[in-house]
């Protein structure tokens, strides 16, 4: 009799590759991912930042509780620093500078706790930061220091190659087709061979609600939802240095991304699932924001592309077992904070995979498991 495997992972993503990492050998694992690749879809195509202030009072506390990690990883993890200081200016034109100042003093009077202060700027020292700025544009600025780059592909790597050290088996290339439910456990069909394993994670980030349905399990109402980005080669400036920086609204934002500037214009249109491209009103519309507020000549785009952002109604990330299919585990619409959320959201997903407590630095912030459960969506 083949293997039964006490839990399967669909999904390579970093949600797959994360609850891999804090399962810590206790189980036998098996992770599928259809693509040959780890992190061929969202998990690829993010913005890769890791920031502090400007979320959900959910997400905030997922983002705290996954600080740690992210600054000081387990010896052995990386080679490299995971996250690299990027610092964020947020900016405004004429029509929102008074909005501007309103979002600073908030922000002021409510930062996270251990946060750097934010910064009111003029004008001139806006473009200190960011000298192709357009002043006709920019009236109101302020500088968040909470604010880095992730090392995506270390955090995901890191985190794959410590499970698969524990005795994780990573099969890529092996997409689920099909499952039955046989003596107690699910025999799992893949574009390879059978799988058997007591739980299944549904890790399948946009695809999620489609692979429940494969369990016989019925959708959630999680929903992809496409995001663009743009690059762009600005050779007369030393990007290295600049911070990313953000309409006040999150109308557009522009960050430096491998010697270039990547524009996104933040935009979140509600699509199946699917291997996403950019639409070409998408990448005018990221061309136009750069031009409007810089003194760019946004000519020629060197390279675009969109991902999937996931949500679930409430936009909460989806932790739990299924209250309907047995041997069902969510782990599923983890929105625009996935990235950056991962350890707080993996390590939520293990403890309750391995029927534990939750860590305390988890409970520490206030988090509780029965804030993510599936039952919030199941009927
Ligand atoms: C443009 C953009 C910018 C973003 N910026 C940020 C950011 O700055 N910071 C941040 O934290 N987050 C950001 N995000 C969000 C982040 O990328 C996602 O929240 C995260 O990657 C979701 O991870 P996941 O593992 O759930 O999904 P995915 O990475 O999509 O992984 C799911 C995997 O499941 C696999 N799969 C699906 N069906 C099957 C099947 N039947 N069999 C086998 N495998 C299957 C897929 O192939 C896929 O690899 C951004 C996203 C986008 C698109």
């Known amino acids: 009799m083949a293997e039964i495997f006490d839990i399967a992972i669909v999904g390579g993503g970093i949600a797959g590759a994360s609850v891999a990492h804090f399962l810590n050998g206790k189980r036998s694992v098996v992770l599928l991912e259809q693509e040959s690749a780890l992190g061929f879809h969202s998990t690829g195509r993010s913005a890769a930042e890791f920031t502090r202030r400007f979320h959900s009072d959910i997400t905030g506390r997922l983002t705290a509780a996954s600080a740690s990690f992210m600054m000081a990883p387990p010896v052995g993890f990386t080679e490299v620093d995971l996250l690299r200081p990027r610092g964020n200016l947020l900016i405004a034109d004429a029509d929102k500078a008074g909005h501007l100042k309103d979002v600073y003093e908030h922000e002021r009077a409510s930062s996270p706790e251990g946060a750097s202060p934010v910064e009111l700027l003029d004008v001139d020292a806006a473009l200190e930061k960011v000298p192709f700025l357009d002043p006709d544009w920019v009236k109101a600025a302020f500088h968040d220091p909470d604010c880095w780059d992730i090392e995506v592909e270390n955090l995901l790597q890191g985190y794959a190659r410590s499970a698969k050290a524990d005795g994780a088996e990573f099969r890529q290339d092996s997409r689920l087709l099909n499952a039955?439910?046989?003596?107690?456990?699910?025999?799992?069909?893949?574009?390879?061979?059978?799988?058997?394993?007591?739980?299944?994670?549904?890790?399948?980030?946009?695809?999620?609600?489609?692979?429940?349905?494969?369990?016989?399990?019925?959708?959630?109402?999680?929903?992809?939802?496409?995001?663009t980005a743009i690059s762009v080669k600005v050779p007369?400036?030393?990007?290295g240095r600049m911070p990313e920086v953000n309409e006040i609204d999150e109308v557009f934002y522009f960050k430096p991304d491998a010697g270039q500037l990547m524009i996104s214009p933040a935009d979140e249109?509600?699509?199946?699932?699917?291997?996403?491209?950019?639409?070409?009103?998408?990448?005018?519309?990221?061309?136009?924001?750069?031009?409007?507020?810089?003194?760019?000549d946004v000519t020629h785009v060197a390279h675009s592309w969109a991902g999937l952002r996931t949500f679930a109604p409430d936009r909460l990330p989806v932790i739990g077992p299924?209250?309907?299919?047995?041997?069902?585990?969510?782990?599923?619409?983890?929105?625009?904070?996935?990235?950056?959320?991962?350890?707080?959201?993996?390590?939520?997903?293990?403890?309750?995979?391995?029927s534990a407590e939750l860590p305390e630095g988890i409970c520490a912030t206030g988090l509780r498991a029965e804030l993510f459960s599936p039952s919030r969506f199941e009927g």
């Open 180 to 227: 039955r439910r046989e003596g107690g456990h699910w025999v799992l069909e893949t574009s390879q061979d059978e799988v058997r394993a007591r739980t299944v994670v549904n890790a399948a980030g946009g695809w999620a609600d489609v692979v429940a349905q494969v369990f016989g399990s019925a959708p959630l109402g999680i929903v992809p939802h496409r995001r």
């Open 322 to 354: 299924s209250a309907t299919t047995q041997g069902l585990f969510w782990l599923a619409g983890l929105g625009g904070y996935g990235i950056q959320t991962s350890p707080a959201v993996g390590k939520i997903a293990a403890a309750l995979l391995l």
């Open 236 to 239: 007369d400036y030393d990007l």
């Open 269 to 296: 249109t509600p699509v199946e699932p699917h291997d996403a491209w950019p639409e070409e009103i998408d990448i005018a519309y990221a061309a136009h924001y750069l031009s409007e507020c810089t003194i760019l």
